[in-house]
């Protein structure tokens, strides 16, 4: 079934759930009014509808290949890629001053959410440019940003972020990638980096990586990592493309899913490279691309869970059965009770993983304005929203196919796509096991204190809203699991974390539900009551596991494990 | 990394958890001696580690074709099967009186535990013949049975089962291939048949079809439908394979996973077949087969399981951190508290999941032996242990990806392939939601009855063992969540169905973990306390769905779904 932008979707949750209102408000983005948002929103759906959906299957059949070293995308790519790029799709969010529109974060999130649920494989290429951007924009000199960024925000460059290596993935600080400087003011890169998102392609007049990589000398792990930028072809006096940097595509991935996105093995030959930032903190810049990312991937999981919910409605409304099996059925598959029950789950948690996303957009972009509490607020929502979203994504995309019965195991259906690409995302931009470490270890590093004023501003607010009891009564049991696993060390919080990280979402899902209840009509209601009374409760065994941090994780030996 | 058959815990668990011995000490199973067991898994295991192990991923890589109607299987499968028939692999349960080993179907269960994990795909086509040489023996005429099943025993023969039609997949009723006299005690079958699992092959001498169909006038519904044989290739008078029957492969589909298995469109235009079991009684009989295959498929779950934790634990403990992260750490990634937890999940649910499958073997063998409580109680463990063990195939593959962070992702490293494998096990046979509609449909006919003495036993023998206090605490929310259900109409017992059955399967898990501990050593005692501790909390959630019926889950109208 043909792809539907959620335009409506977007608004409601943007008024009545994530408060764009107050987003709106500042003098910086005074431009995001509600009629501007609706007609970016509006064309960008648009252009996903026709555009990018119909580009999802011949991605996933035909993937990039490598020929000669030459990165071939499949037929149709550069075609949605420039209709992305010519529907301002690309750097909604990027500075005026670079040529880019200057609007909220939210607004790009809206756009990515629907360009990834139309073809997550070719969205990643300008999810990976927009990450690339902010970061030169906070880290690189005057020179880079007048150089690079007006043709990155054009869209006639795209961009990789290079961190990964064989030995050093979670953990970064192993990397060995070596920068010497050449004496002119630029450094010379060599090593190999894998995992590369769209490390090359041949729609794009340019490609310019962000690699991390060691200065001789530098303290060893994280702290001895510096930022370079290393460009595919060596812009000229005029920034036209140049000669060519000494790096080069080795192998692409053969991978479950994303097929249309070349995923890259790169090697670096002394290659030029320019410093971002100052030596050895290139962790920190790094960081402004991971947590866009972050926020990114987090959606990945949103747009997947949105298309598989689509496409299982579609199929269950269409689907007969010989007689209606209930009073004024549908003589589908709509009447059975079960698949009604994976229908209501689907659309709940799409909505609440939606909302999550939209909610963290709002506080980075309260953050951005100033805003320090804000700031400090999507700091520990990132983690959540990046977790929750991706799992959703995996849950979703895996009841979708249940709903399709056998069909849902043909890959002509196409859900099986969904459940294979959106796999990666509880992966990728630190696994999820990553972000619940990030969330008990330096999100706590307060003693807890930001994420109490957050649970508290729950718990008050669901106790003021219709079906808020259970809500708050479980924010009570967020508060006391917090308590408790800020007084654990740091091992035993690790063991808690993911259960941890998932209770809390659950508390947050519910939250939004409840304003949605509140404020739109009795569907909205339904499904929250859905949420409330059927997916809460797993909150309470969240945090029945969260409270045992590490306990019995290492009972069994390394040869207990491979008994 | 390679596969391991797991001899010692199928020992560990027939002796001190599924009460094998039971079974040995019946009469009809009395070759069923230790000795023998374990001679026959020792040797079916070193062809699942050193034969079919190594076709898992050429089969994936190289899935069976059509060309010009032939079907052409991977390179080695006719190896392989040939293998699995020299080391009596095939026919273990079928009766001596026709050439098979007459061993319990326990026995067998291991070994297709065994093969499974080794090459699922492969190890579909036995299965199909196991549950048709059952069907058969308990259906068939004294003809069939001297022509067809020394065949099928030998491995020379394979078999299918034919349900699925496009419009009639679950609502089997809705069939429509016809079955006509031809005046000479045969039968002219005519209709499309799909989803058949090794419609075909180039390494059996015959494939033997069973066919649900519709004789003229027969009434609507199930209860006008009857069981044929059809042959691929007519058999002569001294049982040789003769002309070909009238029946085609039309198309293999293109799956998610278990390449290698053909998945046919079959077309049957006329074909000669007999009628197996009395006109309009087909469903009673395939059920025989079904529920063979139900076991059959819940080890699927299983096999994966166990394939997908051995290659976690490996990868693990292969993959190098820079320093320990703990006293006495061994500088991989098992020094993860989160890693750890993720690994103790993946063998805490594949025992529970294993222990479920072999427990539900033993009462289908004392059930054949004449023990009608424990074909009850068979009865009702079958659609538990088909949805439990396929939903933690699907649980533990993907944990397992998540284990190897971005090698997950990466079709080479091989595990990606066990999750895109085990998905239709949650499909066949009966979709998960199809098996709780089972549990609380016609396995509550009774007014709860049997669950009522199940549940009951379970928790005496909790109470009476150590760390068995919360399992029996569950137990009797178990019986509570019953009593609700038996108290609803059908309707609200599905809404609740699939719910109420994974709470269930939690309790019998913890069951298996109790019995284990007690016999076993400290690891054993961890890892059940492992699961009593974080995973059986979870069926207290199950359980509150389950009594909430269908309430709520008709709220949202077609429309509002598609909204």
């Not at 009374?533 to 491979?562: I, K, V």
Request: hydrophobic share 45%; with cysteine.
């Amino acid at each position: 079934m043909p792809y539907r932008a959620p335009i409506a979707e977007f608004e409601f949750l943007l008024t009545h759930v994530a408060g764009f209102d107050r987003v709106s408000a500042q003098d910086r983005y005074a431009e995001a009014t509600p009629d501007t948002v609706r007609a970016l929103l509006t064309e960008a759906g648009r252009i996903c509808e026709e555009v990018l959906a119909p580009l999802n299957k011949v991605g996933d059949r035909n993937p990039t290949r490598l020929e000669n070293g030459v990165v071939r995308t499949p037929p149709g790519y550069a075609e949605g890629y420039r209709a992305m790029v010519e529907a301002g799709m690309t750097a909604i969010s990027a500075h005026p001053d670079h040529g880019g529109l200057g609007l909220p974060i939210t607004v790009t999130a809206c756009v990515n959410d629907m360009a990834g649920a139309a073809c997550l494989a070719l969205q990643m290429n300008p999810l990976m440019t927009q990450g690339q951007i902010e970061a030169l924009e906070h880290h690189a000199s005057e020179a880079i940003k007048a150089l690079y960024l007006p043709r990155l925000t054009s869209g006639d460059w795209s961009s990789t972020m290079n961190l990964t290596e064989p030995q050093a993935g979670s953990d970064v600080g192993a990397l060995t990638t070596k920068a010497e400087p050449s004496g002119d003011g630029t450094y010379r890169i060599t090593g190999q980096k894998i995992y590369i998102s769209w490390g090359d392609n041949d729609f794009t007049g340019n490609v310019v990586h962000l690699v991390l990589a060691r200065l001789e000398g530098a303290p060893k792990g994280t702290k001895g990592i510096s930022l370079f930028l290393v460009p595919k072809l060596i812009p000229d006096a005029q920034g036209n493309p140049g000669v060519a940097n000494s790096l080069k595509v080795v192998s692409l991935e053969h991978k479950l899913g994303l097929h249309g996105s070349p995923t890259c093995v790169m090697q670096y030959d002394g290659a030029t490279g320019w410093l971002v930032g100052e030596e050895n903190r290139g962790m920190a810049a790094m960081f402004t691309m991971m947590n866009n990312a972050r926020l990114g991937v987090a959606l990945h999981g949103v747009s997947i869970a949105d298309a598989a919910t689509q496409a299982a409605v579609a199929y269950a409304a269409g689907r007969k059965q010989g007689q209606p099996l209930i009073a004024g059925g549908t003589g589908t598959i709509l009447d059975h009770a079960d698949v009604r029950r994976m229908l209501m789950e689907m659309k709940a948690e799409t909505f609440a993983a939606r909302a999550l996303a939209l909610d963290l957009a709002v506080s980075i972009d309260l953050g951005h304005a100033g805003d320090a509490a804000e700031a400090a607020r999507a700091a520990i929502l990132t983690p959540i929203a990046k977790a929750y979203g991706t799992e959703m994504g995996l849950k979703v995309a895996n009841i979708g196919i249940q709903v399709h019965g056998g069909m849902g195991f043909i890959e002509d259906t196409g859900v099986a796509q969904f459940a294979r690409d959106v796999r990666v995302a509880a992966i990728y931009e630190g696994t999820n096991g990553i972000q619940a470490m990030d969330l008990v270890g330096r999100k706590m590093a307060d003693g807890g204190a930001a994420i109490h004023a957050l649970v508290d501003a729950v718990e008050a607010e669901a106790q003021a809203l219709a079906m808020g009891a259970p809500v708050a009564a479980m924010a009570d049991s967020l508060r006391a699991a917090t308590d408790a696993i800020v007084a654990m060390d740091l091992n035993d919080r690790f063991g808690g974390a993911v259960p941890y990280l998932m209770g809390f979402a659950r508390v947050l899902g519910a939250l939004y539900h409840l304003r949605a209840a509140a404020a739109g009509d009795g569907a909205r209601a339904a499904l929250a009551r859905f949420y409330i009374d059927r997916l809460l409760p797993e909150a309470q065994g969240f945090f029945t596991q969260a409270r045992l941090g590490a306990a019995g994780l290492y009972d069994l030996s390394p040869d207990d494990l491979a008994a």
